[in-house]
């Protein structure tokens, strides 16, 4: 099992298809964008935890 954590600081669509391209199963990702405004891969689901809603 691969595991990834990466503070993604003003977090955009080409830093998480580079994060994505890495293949990890399980990934944490502090400071990352709001899911509404990323595309994720079919399959790839996100857990949204905090208290603003655009990271």
Request: net charge positive; proline share 5%; aromatic share 10%.
């Amino acid at each position: 099992m691969k595991i990834l954590s990466y503070n993604i600081h003003r977090s955009n669509q080409q830093k998480i298809d580079n994060i994505l391209s890495r293949g990890a199963d399980i990934m944490f990702l502090p400071e990352c964008a709001c899911p509404n405004l990323l595309r994720l891969p079919e399959g790839c689901k996100m857990a949204w935890v905090g208290d603003y809603d655009f990271k």
